[in-house]
């Protein structure tokens, strides 16, 4: 693997990432939302900026691209002209390369209109931004349920071991809600407990394999008929969600538990 991707811990949960090739120290800033935290980061560790990687317009990923434009006179990658200092505009289906590194753009509207992932096939990493979590996915605030299932389902089709770094630390509240509210496992307890002790251990959850999550994500299970069938199971009683649900209406369901969770 030619890059090394460096976690920096952003505002309360927030991810900016920054991918650095081993060889050059240049790196590429992904979602930076505090630029004075970076900016000391990269200073302390003589790295050299060529871009600014943003995933959507919300100010806890672009907030700290102002400072960072003013301090290295870097370009602006996002698919979004709104976004200060946007350089490039980008669409779905579109290839970037950085010489170390190259990313095709996926178009993921859902949590926000404009929102893209970035993923590198040769690297197998996949920058997700607030679409896809740990255990989870991102709430819907400008798009409809419908957009953010089928861009969860491009998500899905990528290969099993790409490496997921996505926008917040939200990994140990989503495996809570998966296995309060969507399982019935009689070792719930020693899963979260350690869960939550690799977070407190490394830090952060990040990354996290795409094939683990094809299995465990109820968001990326919305299609499965023995997944619909234990969960309609669980919550017979109340009588909120069929065996026979079809996939956008078992989405919006386990959405929607989540949202008031």
């Given at each position: 693997m030619m890059t090394d991707i460096k976690i920096i811990n952003q505002l309360e949960?927030?991810?900016?990432?920054?991918?650095?090739?081993?060889?050059?120290?240049?790196?590429?800033?992904?979602?930076?939302?505090?630029?004075?935290?970076i900016i000391s980061y990269i200073n302390n560790n003589k790295l050299k900026p060529v871009a600014i990687l943003a995933t959507?317009?919300?100010?806890?990923?672009?907030?700290?691209?102002?400072?960072?434009?003013?301090?290295?006179?870097?370009?602006?990658?996002?698919?979004?002209?709104?976004?200060?200092?946007?350089?490039?505009?980008?669409k779905d289906k579109q290839?970037?390369?950085?010489?170390?590194?190259?990313?095709?753009i996926i178009s993921t509207p859902g949590h926000t209109l404009d929102h893209i992932v970035y993923f590198s096939d040769k690297e197998k990493l996949l920058f997700s931004g607030d679409i896809l979590f740990y255990?989870?996915?991102?709430?819907?605030?400008?798009?409809?349920?419908?957009?953010?299932?089928n861009s969860l389902k491009?998500?899905?089709?990528?290969?099993?071991?790409t490496k997921v770094y996505c926008g917040h630390e939200y990994t140990y509240k989503n495996l809570e809600f998966v296995l309060d509210e969507l399982m019935q496992w009689p070792d719930k307890r020693a899963i979260k407990q350690k869960s939550g002790e690799i977070i407190k251990k490394n830090g952060s959850s990040m990354p996290f394999?795409?094939?683990h999550q094809k299995n465990w994500n109820p968001f990326l299970n919305c299609d499965d008929i023995h997944y619909k069938q234990e969960i309609s199971g669980f919550y017979k009683n109340e009588g909120k969600?069929?065996?026979?649900?079809?996939?956008l209406d078992f989405f919006t369901f386990i959405r929607e538990k989540r949202n008031n969770y």
């Open positions: 949960d927030n991810y900016c990432y920054i991918v650095c090739d081993k060889k050059t120290n240049k790196v590429i800033i992904i979602d930076p939302a505090e630029g004075e935290k959507h317009h919300h100010s806890d990923h672009t907030a700290g691209i102002k400072v960072l434009k003013e301090k290295f006179n870097i370009d602006i990658y996002s698919s979004n002209k709104k976004i200060g200092g946007t350089t490039h505009l980008l290839k970037i390369d950085f010489e170390f590194i190259d990313f095709e255990y989870g996915c991102g709430r819907v605030f400008e798009g409809t349920n419908e957009q953010m299932l491009k998500i899905k089709s990528l290969p099993d071991d394999y795409l094939g969600i069929r065996s026979d649900a079809t996939e």
